[in-house]
Nanobody
Framework: QGQLEESGGGSVQAGGSLRLSCVAS????????VGWFRQAPGKQREGVAA????????YYADSVNGRFTVSQDNAKNTVYLQMNSLRPEDTAMYYC????????????????????WGQGTQVTVSS
C-alpha cells in the first residue's frame, strides 16, 4: 500500500540519456510532492528534481537544471525523470520519493521530509 515502483536505470556513456519511471498510484492524483533523490557511494543523499502532483510545479538541483526533466502522466500513474547529457558525476542510486503537500523551496530536497521511498535504481555513466 502506497508503494513506489521504480524502473529505468542502467549504464550509459557520457552524453547519453536515460529515463527513470516511478509508478506512484497512491499519490499522483492528490496533493503531494513526488521527487527524485540520488546517493553516490560515500556521499549524502541529495535532491535531484521534484514535481507537485497537483499543479505540476517543478524544481531542480542546480547540477541537473537544463539536463534533466521531471514530468507526470496521470493516465499511467507515473512520474518520469528524463536525464539527458549524462555525466560521470551523475552516477548514483536514484530514489523516487513522496513528501506531503506542494513542493516548496527548500523543503522539496530535504530527505528528512520524505514519507515514502522507492527501492532505488542504479544509474552508471562511464566516461
Amino acid at each position: 500500500q502506497g508503494q513506489l515502483e521504480e524502473s529505468g536505470g542502467g549504464s550509459v556513456q557520457a552524453g547519453g540519456s536515460l529515463r527513470l519511471s516511478c509508478v506512484a498510484s497512491q499519490y499522483i492524483r492528490s496533493n503531494y510532492c513526488v521527487g527524485w533523490f540520488r546517493q553516490a557511494p560515500g556521499k549524502q543523499r541529495e535532491g535531484v528534481a521534484a514535481i507537485s502532483t497537483n499543479g505540476g510545479m517543478t524544481y531542480y538541483a542546480d547540477s541537473v537544471n537544463g539536463r534533466f526533466t521531471v514530468s507526470q502522466d496521470n493516465a499511467k500513474n507515473t512520474v518520469y525523470l528524463q536525464m539527458n547529457s549524462l555525466r560521470p558525476e551523475d552516477t548514483a542510486m536514484y530514489y523516487c520519493s513522496v513528501s506531503i503537500g506542494y513542493c516548496k523551496l527548500p523543503s522539496w530536497s530535504v530527505p528528512g521530509l520524505v514519507i515514502r521511498w522507492g527501492q532505488g535504481t542504479q544509474v552508471t555513466v562511464s566516461s
